[in-house]
Nanobody
Framework: QVQLVESGGGLVQAGGSLRLSCAAS????????MAWFRQAPGKERAFVAHIGWIGDTYYADSVKGRFTISRDNAKNTVYLQMNSLKPEDTAVYYC?????????????????WGQGTQVTVSS
């Protein structure tokens, strides 16, 4: 069983930056693929980025070049550095873990979810 706790959300002006953190319980964190998803009001949950156990990453086109996902296996933590934020990035951001080293882009592929953290970008 893995528990995920996100932090770092908040209100920021367009063009600003935020760093989200996701702390995971469990001693086998390094064996899990990790991802960030987001859900804007009235929209379905959408893939943002994922990272495999060796640090391989993949991003949604909408965030490529602006967001960076990383992980620190010693701290059981995954991060999402968000730069050049836009109002359309406003959403609840969720951390997810998958019981495999191979990441995916579908929410249904992930086994554990955090409670979410709100990111609001003002224009």
């Amino acid at each position: 069983q893995v528990q995920l706790v996100e932090s770092g959300g908040g209100l920021v002006q367009a063009g600003g930056s935020l760093r989200l953190s996701c702390a995971a319980s469990g001693r086998t964190f390094s064996n899990y693929a990790m991802a960030w998803f987001r859900q804007a009001p009235g929209k379905e949950r959408a893939f943002v980025a994922h990272i495999g156990w060796i640090g391989d990453t993949y991003y949604a086109d909408s965030v490529k070049g602006r967001f960076t996902i990383s992980r620190d296996n010693a701290k059981n933590t995954v991060y999402l550095q968000m730069n050049s934020l836009k109002p359309e990035d406003t959403a609840v951001y969720y951390c997810a873990a998958r019981r495999t080293v191979v990441p995916g882009v579908l929410g249904s592929e992930y086994d554990y979810w955090g409670q979410g953290t709100q990111v609001t970008v003002s224009s």
